[in-house]
């Protein structure tokens, strides 16, 4: 899939704590060397409590609507978001985007979506928002936005498209 400026993609992309935790932890790992699981614990926990929340104006298929989040995830095709099977798809082909984010919520509401995930009751939670859509523009006032694809953290200048 194209997206995030013409850049390819096959599986998710991530902006906000997303690309920052994975920068973050692959500065910690070459600083400590202490291991993938504690340099992601460190990572999380730094950007977690470092990443200023983005405000963004996002077109959904066609309807524009702002959010102020500090995370936005797109997947190829849509993400399980309920019990054990969380993090999974049904299919890879449909030819359709999972759009999930974090609204109007501190960092200790980004901790409680965290309990809800692990309970399983993220589709609960009121200030998660889950879309299955076609296409979407991310737009920000600000000049660049940190972006992974795929795992890999490059610096994506908006509009966003995908």
Not at 93 to 115: C, D, E, S, V, W
Not at 143 to 150: E, I, P
């Amino acid at each position: 899939m194209a997206g995030g400026g013409g850049r390819v993609w096959f599986n998710n992309c991530g902006i906000g704590i997303d690309p920052g935790s994975v920068a973050e932890r692959e500065g910690e790992g070459k600083r400590t060397g202490s291991g993938k699981w504690p340099d992601f614990a460190r990572a999380a926990l730094n950007a977690f409590r470092r990443h200023p929340f983005l405000h963004l104006r996002v077109c959904l298929d066609g309807e524009e609507r702002l959010f102020k989040t500090a995370s936005v995830f797109v997947g190829n095709n849509p993400y399980e978001i309920t019990g054990l099977n969380l993090g999974t798809r049904e299919c890879l082909n449909a030819g359709k985007l999972g759009f999930y984010l974090a609204n109007r919520t501190g960092r200790f509401g980004l901790l409680r979506l965290a309990a809800s995930a692990l309970m399983g009751r993220l589709h609960r939670a009121e200030a998660f928002v889950a879309f299955c859509i076609d296409e979407a523009r991310i737009e920000s006032g600000k000049h660049s936005l940190l972006v992974s694809t795929d795992g890999e953290v490059t610096r994506r200048t908006p509009p966003l498209r995908y």
